[in-house]
């Protein structure tokens, strides 16, 4: 099963997944994407190292996730994803760096060639034959960034989270530590409604 859980910063993502892959009774597989920018991100770090069960497996990859995925998930174990937000932002700096001068074509490329990377995340998750959930971020609700790389990371974050929503069996969407299972309440991907008519 692939759950996508999506919501703001602080909303309760990371303590859903978590409390899923303890119910689970599973061999647990912690991903971790963030990397320790700076010293406060590093306590952050810290921080939830500490908190998880010493049972539970992590590996800590900011950009091949694929490659960490298949070298180490074990069969019918569960595998927590935390978060594909950060592994959507290292890749686009991956590819373009923190400049603002970044030419409109490189920016295409970075941006398809994250959703190219979920794409693939979703099809390994879809033939594993455990169960896997990943975090992200709902990063759409704001306004416009007013600079080039964080208009492409909102389009590529949300490009993401719309290729793994569409093949997840579940999605829940948090706000304030209220989750929403969207799935279960009739929530359907745009591709398979049917076009309006006329167009």
Not at 140 to 159: C, E, I, K, Q
Not at 169 to 186: I, N, Q, T, W
Request: glycine residues 10%; hydrophobic residues 50%; negative net charge.
């Amino acid at each position: 099963m692939l759950t996508l859980i999506l919501g703001g910063a602080r909303s309760g993502k990371s303590d859903l997944a978590e409390r899923l892959a303890a119910a689970s009774g599973r061999d647990v597989l912690f991903v971790a994407t963030m990397e320790p920018g700076d010293a406060e991100m590093a306590a952050r770090i810290d921080a939830h190292r500490a908190v998880r069960p010493a049972a539970w497996r992590t590996i800590e990859e900011p950009l091949d996730l694929l490659g960490a995925l298949r070298g180490h998930a074990r069969s019918g174990g569960f595998v927590l994803v935390d978060c594909t937000t950060l592994w959507v932002s290292n890749m686009l700096l991956a590819r373009l760096g923190d400049a603002e001068d970044a030419p409109p074509d490189a920016v295409r490329a970075a941006i398809d060639a994250a959703a190219e990377q979920a794409q693939q995340f979703a099809v390994w998750a879809r033939g594993y034959d455990g169960d896997v959930a990943a975090v992200s971020n709902e990063a759409g609700m704001g306004l416009v960034p007013p600079y080039t790389l964080g208009r492409a990371f909102r389009d590529a974050l949300g490009a993401a989270n719309r290729i793994v929503a569409r093949d997840a069996d579940r999605v829940y969407f948090l706000v304030a530590g209220l989750a929403l299972e969207l799935k279960s309440l009739g929530a359907q991907p745009l591709e398979s409604l049917p076009p309006e008519p006329g167009r």
